[in-house]
């Protein structure tokens, strides 16, 4: 499975840094963006990662789309809080799982993390 996200390269969009499972959300996530911005022009999205089974998107804007920073974070904050419930591997629903060294990550009970594993 293979994601297509060149509807939004206007964002120059940094390789996905986190689970296949959370593909649908970042685009919706991208898609709420996109339709806050309308277009503006400015906004770049400079990371999308796992950190502590959540989400995590970051952004710079630039001129036009600088006066929409709060509604982006704030779609941004609404993704970052459903990741917590949908399994970064596979989409299912999940719930946080503490991994090997107390790293924490977000699965469904079929890709639970087993005791001593890290995946
Ligand atoms: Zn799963």
């Known amino acids: 499975m293979r994601s297509d996200f060149s509807a939004f390269a206007r964002f120059k969009l940094p390789p996905l840094e986190c689970g296949l499972g959370w593909h649908p959300l970042i685009r919706k996530t991208l898609s709420r963006i996109a339709a806050v911005v309308g277009d503006a022009s400015g906004l770049e999205i400079t990371q999308v990662r796992q950190k502590y089974a959540r989400l995590v998107i970051d952004f ?16 941004i904050a609404d993704a ?10 596979c989409g299912k629903r999940g719930k946080e799982h503490k991994a090997a060294l107390e790293y924490l990550v977000t699965r469904c009970a079929a890709h639970a993390p087993r005791r001593g594993k890290t995946t």
């Open 60 to 75: 710079e804007t630039r001129g036009d789309a600088a006066r929409f920073e709060n509604a982006i974070a704030a779609v």
């Open 80 to 89: 970052e809080e459903r990741s917590g419930t949908i399994c970064e591997q």
